[in-house]
């Protein structure tokens, strides 16, 4: 199932700008929390960007977590509260 997303702001369809975006999600006190790997959508209108279509998940207990975490840091993960 194919589904469509539409930005909210100008209501345009969304498409598809960047995939294997790393996203490093940080605790309120800055923490490396989880990993996640989604793809960037653009609105061609307002040039929105959104983040999803989240595949791969790395959490914090995961034995490569540390690993993962610096290696996405030098590929300019974009990190997120």
Do not use: S, W
């Amino acid at each position: 199932m194919n589904i469509d997303e539409f930005c909210a702001g100008c209501g345009r369809k969304m498409f598809l700008a960047k995939t294997g975006q790393e996203v490093l999600e940080l605790t309120e006190k800055g923490r490396p929390y989880k990993l996640m790997t989604g793809d960037v959508l653009e609105c061609p209108e307002c040039h929105c960007l959104v983040v999803t279509r989240f595949g791969e998940v790395t959490p914090r207990h995961d034995p490569r977590f540390t690993e993962a975490v610096q290696k996405a840091r030098i590929a300019k993960a974009l990190e997120v509260v």
